[in-house]
């Protein structure tokens, strides 16, 4: 997948947003670095939240996710409210 900033100077290239614009993409996990990151992971976040696909952004969030899909295919997942974790 081309960078989206570099798409139009590679031709035939996609990049995430046209990915993400056709339906192919349902999980973004961006955690932008480096030249033109910014702005790119700024169309990529935007064209995701546009079509509702999920976008994780940081380590700790990735983590977080893997850690919850871990535990639903255990079937272990379960529900708990704030006052509960902050009890124990």
Do not use: M, Y
């Not at 700024?42 to 983590?63: E, H, Q, Y």
Request: a positive charge; hydrophobic letters at 40%.
């Amino acid at each position: 997948v081309a960078k989206h900033s570099e798409k139009d100077g590679n031709k035939g290239a996609v990049s995430a947003v046209d990915l993400i614009n056709q339906g192919k993409i349902a999980l973004v996990i961006n955690t932008p670095f480096g030249r033109g990151a910014a702005k790119d992971g700024r169309k990529i976040r935007t064209a995701a939240v546009a079509r509702g696909v999920s976008c994780i952004t940081t380590l700790p969030g990735l983590k977080a996710a893997v850690e919850g899909i871990r535990e639903l295919r255990r079937g272990k997942l379960t529900a708990r409210s704030i006052q509960d974790w902050h009890a124990s």
